[in-house]
């Protein structure tokens, strides 16, 4: 018997360090693309092309000052792009958990027709109705203006997706109907109750929203034809011109800038993403 636990144990270790050297190995998988990115940014553009290196050069401040003289500017591009990606991301988290809660909430008779429609409206793909929408916004004058890539995050199917089912998991109807014994309003009862239980997905549903903004770049070409209006996706999208060509250190020093705040918002929310998505993903 004594045996027979010895060899469980065994085989367990065995299998928990199996496990741990595959999910080391696909964390260093995972960060080895930023790190090189990093380290490009740091080297000159014969040391890019002479091969792959992962111990960082002296090169860094010469690359940004290359960047810097010419048509780049970070800050301008930083601060457009966090006007678009805060706001957007606002819109649609907020927004998406008020529809959210009125299909888990509420028992109306359309309540399952209305999320059949909001599933199936995920499906269609945004370069589908780009030229439309950009006709549709170019008849407000509205070209470029931040407001196209800001309101229509408020209709983000896949964000009331998970925050349904979130919901379906944490939310008890009976804490609300007994927030309406008490006299609380509905939206007091949302804003009060509902969005601190809610935290979890609330904090992972910003970080793929604010990303997925931060890094859009279809929408921002197509309406942003001013210079000053230009977020840094646009900008370092610009940077393969032909003054360009050679500086492989400034084209990666300008892609660092841009994912660099990204690794802020996450590292900051991050902490909420495994306790969000196993509540999100529970069924009905």
């Given at each position: 018997?004594?045996?027979?636990?010895?060899?469980?144990?065994?085989?367990?270790?065995?299998?928990?360090?199996?496990?741990?050297?595959?999910?080391?190995?696909?964390?260093?998988?995972?960060?080895?693309?930023?790190?090189?990115?990093?380290?490009?940014?740091?080297?000159?553009?014969?040391?890019?092309?002479?091969?792959?290196?992962?111990?960082?050069?002296?090169?860094?401040?010469?690359?940004?000052?290359?960047?810097?003289?010419?048509?780049?500017?970070?800050?301008?591009?930083?601060?457009?792009?966090?006007?678009?990606?805060?706001?957007?991301?606002?819109?649609?988290?907020?927004?998406?958990?008020?529809?959210?809660?009125?299909?888990?909430?509420?028992?109306?008779?359309?309540?399952?027709?209305?999320?059949?429609?909001?599933?199936?409206?995920?499906?269609?793909?945004?370069?589908?109705?780009?030229?439309?929408?950009?006709?549709?916004?170019?008849?407000?004058?509205?070209?470029?203006?931040?407001m196209p890539l800001i309101l229509p995050s408020i209709a983000a199917p896949a964000i009331v997706f998970f925050m349904r089912q979130y919901l379906l998991a944490a939310l008890s109807i009976e804490m609300v109907e007994a927030s309406r014994i008490d006299g609380s309003g509905e939206f007091?009862?949302?804003?009060?109750?509902?969005?601190?239980?809610?935290?979890?997905?609330?904090?992972?549903?910003?970080?793929f929203a604010f990303v997925a903004s931060w890094n859009n770049l279809f929408m921002p070409l197509i309406l942003l034809t001013k210079q000053d209006k230009y977020t840094l996706p646009i900008?370092?999208?610009?940077?393969?011109?032909?003054?360009?060509?050679?500086?492989?250190?400034?084209?990666?020093?300008?892609?660092?800038?841009?994912?660099?705040?990204?690794?802020?918002?996450?590292?900051?929310?991050?902490?909420?993403?495994?306790?969000?998505?196993?509540?999100?993903?529970?069924?009905?």
């Open positions: 018997m004594n045996q027979i636990r010895k060899d469980n144990v065994i085989t367990l270790n065995i299998n928990r360090t199996l496990i741990y050297i595959v999910c080391i190995f696909l964390s260093l998988l995972s960060i080895m693309p930023f790190w090189i990115m990093f380290v490009n940014a740091t080297r000159s553009t014969p040391e890019i092309q002479s091969g792959l290196s992962l111990l960082p050069s002296k090169h860094m401040l010469a690359n940004l000052d290359v960047l810097l003289s010419k048509s780049f500017d970070p800050l301008q591009g930083f601060l457009n792009s966090l006007t678009i990606s805060g706001f957007s991301t606002l819109l649609a988290v907020y927004f998406s958990s008020l529809t959210a809660y009125a299909l888990v909430v509420y028992n109306w008779r359309m309540r399952q027709p209305f999320f059949t429609f909001i599933m199936c409206v995920m499906m269609i793909p945004v370069q589908a109705s780009a030229i439309g929408f950009y006709q549709f916004m170019y008849q407000l004058h509205w070209t470029n203006s931040f007091y009862t949302f804003n009060r109750i509902v969005l601190p239980i809610m935290t979890p997905a609330l904090a992972t549903q910003a970080i900008m370092v999208s610009l940077l393969r011109g032909d003054i360009y060509k050679t500086e492989f250190g400034s084209i990666y020093m300008g892609l660092a800038l841009t994912v660099l705040p990204l690794f802020v918002i996450y590292f900051l929310l991050s902490r909420y993403i495994i306790s969000g998505v196993a509540l999100g993903g529970v069924k009905e």
